[in-house]
């Protein structure tokens, strides 16, 4: 089955789709949306198709089976259920609404008229993060016993993007989170929160930028979340693993592995500037993924209820600040 692509929304993660749809083996790039018409007309220029601002010209145009959605965060709804209603499949950036009731309609939707619906969390796709992920499903590690997952933002994001990005619980800590339970397979019972603002332009929008988050699992295993929305020495993502027979532990890449040092110390290379850099192969292949669910009619890696209780637990989460105390799941 050909995939014809439609990509609406061409801001900071739906450019790079755009990019690397046209690229792609298997998914043939259509058309591009967004609401700013001389944008979508430069990237189609350079990506040889179609541009318009009107969605429903994708929805209307029998060629197309495939849309991804990487508009504005509070807009995902909408688009996804015009999408499948239309009987498109559908890639979507998360969450798939504002709230619980909004994803599970979505999924309903994808069930009800046989879609694809793929959530992207493309730390999935990672080549260190799936090592790390395998050996601790495989027992290489033993018996896992405690996982930290750590991330800081470089460049911190424009306030323009962070009054529509439903907050760093449902932006950010929800892809540890995500990471942390694939590792354990397990979601956890309880989590206990610690925040605070830094940044006054963050503050006046009701949103914090640095979070600490415990979790507490059935198993008995402890898993740790630290975020901060500034880095000034890059775009820091690290995933630690500890079980009885040993720690895996994936750092921050670098463009090489030099170590340079003299009577001045030693100075490695830098980590990657943003999340375009450090997840690029990740991005790549979160889209293959999908455009073989596209052909091959197979489920999507995430689940519907995969889906649900990460936007579930990042709400407790937000709940456990809220009220200064342990929220159990």
Do not use: W
Request: contains cysteine; negative net charge; glycine residues 6%.
């Amino acid at each position: 089955m050909d995939v014809n692509l439609a990509v609406v929304g061409l801001g900071r993660v739906g450019s790079i789709h755009a990019r690397n749809s046209f690229k792609a083996n298997g998914i043939n790039l259509k058309c591009l949306v967004d609401a700013d018409l001389g944008k979508a007309e430069e990237f189609a220029k350079e990506l040889s198709c179609r541009a318009s601002s009107d969605f429903q010209l994708v929805l209307d145009d029998p060629e197309i089976n495939a849309v991804l959605v990487g508009t504005p965060t509070v807009t995902h709804y909408d688009y996804v259920k015009r999408a499948l209603l239309s009987g498109k499949d559908v890639f979507a950036e998360k969450p798939l609404g504002v709230d619980i009731d909004q994803i599970d309609e979505c999924y309903r939707l994808a069930e009800a008229g046989g879609k694809i619906l793929f959530l992207a969390f493309q730390r999935r796709f990672d080549p260190a993060f799936g090592e790390l992920i395998q050996a601790a499903r495989s027992g290489k590690l033993g018996e896992v016993q405690f996982v930290r997952s750590t991330s800081r933002d470089s460049p911190m994001p424009s306030i323009d993007y962070l009054k529509t990005s439903c907050g760093i619980f449902h932006d950010c800590l929800v892809h540890d989170l995500d990471m942390i339970c694939q590792v354990f397979d397990e979601y956890p019972v309880e989590v206990h929160t610690h925040a605070h603002c830094f940044i006054p332009e963050i503050a006046a929008i009701d949103d914090v930028d640095t979070v600490l988050v415990s979790l507490k699992f059935a198993s008995g295993a402890i898993g740790s979340i630290e975020v901060s929305r500034r880095s000034n020495y890059g775009y820091d993502q690290r995933l630690e693993a500890l079980g009885s027979e040993g720690m895996y532990e994936v750092r921050n890449p670098t463009s090489d592995s030099l170590l340079r040092s003299s009577d001045g110390g030693a100075q490695a290379s830098p980590i990657s500037y943003s999340f375009p850099q450090r997840y690029r192969v990740a991005y790549n292949d979160e889209l293959l993924a999908f455009g073989r669910c596209v052909a091959e009619r197979s489920p999507s890696p995430v689940t519907h209820e995969q889906s649900r209780l990460n936007f579930l637990i990042a709400k407790a989460m937000e709940e456990s600040l809220k009220k200064g105390a342990p929220i159990r799941i």
